[in-house]
């Protein structure tokens, strides 16, 4: 290893250390570098508080095993946490998923009893579902119409910051990521009863799904942003 | 070539039968030529209610596996000539018939009657999609009950999905005024609300409509039942005329009548 630029740079900041990565060489000579470099400087970590580890790729595809492996070797020094893997790089798949998930799809029908619906990316229905009715969509769910069936939002499991929209809000059951809530005292958190165009949220800190009036949901939460895809 | 209208409704005992056995009457009585077609296989009951169960003699099945002709089972009635009847099979079930052979059977009475009127039996499996497969129409019948309303909600949606049939329309059987009234029972607006398709009629839930059935005799023959007068309002407004709705809590006192008479109700 004789190359005149080292191939991982170590950058102290105020809030943790930066790892630049070079982006040209084999990756395995990436990872025996920053095996080395970590060894030779445990004396500046030994101590102390836990110092956040930003691992900065550049033009680097970096896998999800790489990733794994990379956090494997920086936690194996006491003190070190990752923060972040940034890289610049995406593959094809990654885009077109997360394309799908930001992509709104405009549906009007009827969600019947017995109909399933379930959409990539934010569900924007016209038209009500009914009781036995099923919509789910692994971004938002936004429906002009009346709600007595039950929706699914962020259904890919990690979507606990979706929320679900209704001009009538009458469910028979809401879920929101992994967090089921029926329409009985208790597991909905209905704020007010007879309004229209009602949100639903999962409020983290009680663990709930809660039904407000949009405007106030839009208070307590960044729904802004959300609802500016619109 | 006339109109095949499926009767149909999910849940069973809302009054598919009954239904399709008076909407068949009051269109004999306009004078079109009729045929109604029992498709509930195994359990036919069409026969019954229409007091022709002892004239049959090939049925439905006989029929479609060709051992007679589709008009010599053709049952027809005592009282109009121009009403006929095509029965269910009782020895077999459900499975004897196929749905493309069922649309060749409806597809040949069609040229030959103005409307045939098919009975389906309750279910979403193989004998719905026996009685839909001809269909032109569909007409849905329900009760103002949770359970009713949620099947044919369910119906409503498999019956969207076959391209051939014209959007369905509704009757909402069996209503009882005095628990209209007192709010124990799912309201029409409610109904319409939930179901969001036309209302083709509302049927009272009338005493007159079992003994008739009992007796074999369509209950729409009887002109001074409350039930007669819906089925002849939904036999109308099949014919494409324009007949407002029953007015469900009638007053009569002499003010209304007299209200009534000058048109203002």
């Not at chain 1, 094809?92 to 992509?103: F, P, R, Y």
């Not at chain 1, 809530?181 to 229209?196: A, F, T, Y």
């Amino acid at each position: 290893m004789s190359a005149t630029q080292p191939l991982v740079t170590m950058k102290g900041r105020k809030d943790g250390l930066v790892l630049v990565m070079d982006e040209a060489c084999a990756y395995r000579d990436l990872v025996r570098e920053l095996k080395e470099k970590l060894a030779a400087n445990t004396n500046l970590y030994k101590e102390g508080p836990v110092i956040s580890v930003k691992v900065q790729a550049g033009n680097r595809y970096i896998s999800e095993v790489q990733r794994d492996q990379l956090k494997e070797i920086i936690h194996s020094f006491d003190h070190l946490k990752v923060e972040d893997i940034q890289s610049n790089v995406m593959t094809l798949e990654d885009i077109a998923k997360k394309k799908a998930q930001e992509k709104i799809v405009p549906i009007a029908r009827i969600i019947r009893s017995g109909q399933v619906l379930s959409v990539e990316g934010d569900l924007l229905l016209v038209g009500d579902v009914n009781p036995g009715g099923t919509v789910s969509a692994t971004g938002n769910i936004y429906i002009f119409g009346a709600l007595r069936g039950v929706a699914a939002a962020g259904s890919d499991g990690d979507g606990k910051d979706a929320v679900i929209v209704a001009s009538i809000m009458k469910p028979t059951q809401l879920k929101i990521g992994q967090v089921i809530s029926r329409n009985e005292n208790g597991s909905v958190e209905e704020m007010k009863e007879d309004h229209l165009l009602e949100c639903a949220y999962l409020d983290e800190k009680i663990g709930k799904i809660v039904i407000d009036r949009v405007h106030a949901a839009l208070k307590k939460r960044n729904l802004s942003l959300v609802l500016e895809k619109l | 070539m006339g109109e095949a209208i499926v009767v149909t409704s999910g849940k069973g005992g809302v009054g598919k039968t009954t239904t399709s056995a008076n909407v068949g009457t009051v269109l004999a009585l306009q004078g079109k030529k009729v045929c109604l077609v029992d498709t509930d296989i195994g359990l036919r009951n069409l026969d019954v209610v229409m007091g022709l169960e002892n004239r049959i003699i090939y049925d439905l099945v006989d029929v479609a596996q060709g051992r007679c002709k589709l008009n010599q089972a053709l049952v027809k009635d005592k009282r109009f000539e121009c009403l006929s009847m095509l029965p269910a099979a009782q020895t077999t079930d459900k499975t004897a018939v196929k749905p493309s052979e069922m649309k060749k059977m409806v597809d040949e009475l069609k040229s030959d009657f103005d409307y045939v009127i098919i009975d389906c039996p309750a279910g979403i499996e193989r004998g719905f999609r026996n009685a839909v497969a001809g269909a032109d129409h569909a007409i849905v019948v329900t009760t103002p009950e949770i359970s009713s309303v949620r099947d044919a909600d369910r119906i409503i949606g498999l019956l969207e999905q076959e391209k051939q049939i014209t959007p369905p329309r509704l009757i909402i059987n069996r209503i009882r005024q005095h628990l209209l009234k007192s709010g124990e029972m799912l309201e029409i607006d409610e109904i319409m609300n939930i179901l969001a398709i036309d209302l083709l009629g509302i049927v009272v839930d009338d005493d007159g409509v079992i003994s008739s059935s009992n007796k074999g005799e369509p209950v729409a023959l009887n002109p001074s039942s409350k039930a007669a007068q819906a089925y002849r309002n939904i036999g109308r407004r099949i014919l494409g005329e324009t007949v407002p709705l029953m007015v469900l809590d009638e007053k009569n006192g002499f003010f209304h009548r007299f209200k009534s008479l000058l048109g203002m109700r």
